[in-house]
């Protein structure tokens, strides 16, 4: 018999999979520009919350969040040639909390302090991204953001056990992603009408 949860951690994988590609050929083409310190920050992020989520035995659904922290990571050394070059205070508060992050799981042992930091944390990682969207809202791949608010519902169907530490990243993922494409969205009317 086949684990549901294993097959929902596997779709997860390949919905990122097909999301990034048509976000990887705008980046090349030039129609997106990643910001620089936004994607860096989700891929520390990101693999402090698989790695939080793998110690509370998250199972499969784990899995995507060791998955965006790779394509997070390739998406910030793609944006360093082909993305946007402007860094404000707030980016470097940013970096600076991810670190913080990182250095209270090693303090306290707690994935689950971590987690709740990671989510703060990558609330801030958005504001460089809302701060050029808003200026340039079709600089951004909306149907990336829009894959994603999917793939973290199917991720917290597909969790082996549910703490702290397993649900809270997979829920803020729903909620922020589906914040950037309704900023999207209402940003591109606004552009378009004006």
């Not at 309704?182 to 606004?190: C, E, P, Q, T, Y």
Request: glycine share 6%; charged share 10%; proline share 4%.
């Amino acid at each position: 018999m086949i684990d549901y949860k294993i097959v929902l951690g596997y779709l997860t994988i390949l919905l990122a999979c097909i999301a990034h590609i048509p976000y990887l050929l705008h980046v090349f083409s030039n129609k997106t520009k990643p910001h620089a310190f936004s994607w860096l920050v989700w891929s520390i992020l990101s693999g402090i919350a698989f790695a939080a989520s793998l110690v509370r035995h998250g199972g499969a659904g784990s899995w995507i969040a060791g998955f965006t922290a790779m394509t997070c990571l390739v998406i910030f050394l793609l944006s360093l040639w082909k993305g946007t070059k402007d860094f404000p205070l707030i980016d470097w508060i940013c970096i600076a909390l991810a670190g913080v992050s990182l250095w209270l799981w090693w303090l306290t042992k707690d994935p689950t302090l971590s987690v709740i930091t990671i989510v703060v944390t990558d609330t801030l990682a958005y504001v460089p991204t809302f701060r050029k969207s808003y200026h340039q809202p079709f600089q951004e791949t909306a149907s990336v953001y829009m894959i994603y608010f999917f793939i973290w519902i199917l991720a917290l169907f597909a969790l082996g056990s549910y703490s702290i530490a397993t649900w809270l990243y997979p829920v803020y993922g729903i909620v922020s992603n589906a914040a950037i494409v309704s900023f999207l969205v209402w940003r591109r009317k606004v552009q378009q009408h004006n």
